[in-house]
């Protein structure tokens, strides 16, 4: 051939009888190549189907306190994704993008996808009033528990931090534990004003019955005294009424494994023993009954 026309189906052409060419994006393409001879030309027609590589760019936001912000706005490359979705599907190279959300400090930056997915940490500063979380641990007699270990959010907090200041709007997940008692979890929303949280807890069943513990819980029935012995050492004991009304209660000193509690004067009918020993409390349901 005396002649050469390469046409790459995207504006470019070449005259070389062997054409390199770069695509600048991925699609379909029409090529032809056309031959001249001097006196007929010859043309070639080839369909070239170009995909590239697609990665997954995931963006975690948060604001300048580590709460995850559920519903900013993500725009990358002039791509706008609805709010609260951060997922994109990029090819390789470089991009722009923008994070936007009410009460909160925009933020723009640069990624580069090279050639794996990849998550972008955005930290999105809150400019709008901040507000305080409290929580109230009862036992399920009523009794307030001081030192229950709150998580909130993941992060663990030191035992009887029920008040936490400065949060941000939005949903926060929490997890109130205490010795052996049952795990209270839940979601707590904050909106527009401060919250207060009551968390009642359980003892776990089976764990903390005193007839399958080391204790001996005797007369029961009982008339004028309750003894119990064991081999813990017994902190204090509750006494309640069906009704969760405290009829005894005392905290004793060190190393007593064995107490008599006087009834004398409580109506017969059935009670709540409950005994807080090393760091657990036990319970057992006793009966007076009349001398």
Partial sequence: AASYLWNFGDGNASDQEVAFHTYDTPGSYDISLTLGSGCVDVTYDLQLELE????????????DSGNPVSDAQIM??????????????LYQGGYLFSVERENHTSVSGNIAVIDEDMAV?????YEGDLFTLTFMVVDDYGWDIPDAVVTLNEQEYDPGHYVFENLTPGSYDYIVTYFDFEPVEGTVEIVDEDVIVE???????????????????????????LNVKGDLVIDEYRLLDLSGQLVRQKSLEPNHREISINTSDLQPGNYILRIYAEGKWYSVSVIRVKQ
């Fill in 52 to 63: 590239w590589p697609v990665y997954e760019v995931t963006f975690d936001v948060v604001d």
């Fill in 76 to 89: 990358v490359d002039g791509t706008q994704n609805e709010p609260g979705d951060y997922h994109f599907e």
């Fill in 121 to 125: 940490s955005v930290i999105l500063p």
């Fill in 199 to 225: 968390v009642i807890i359980y003892i776990g069943v089976g764990t903390n019955d005193l007839s399958k513990q080391m204790f001996q819980v005797y007369p029961n029935p009982f008339s004028d005294n």
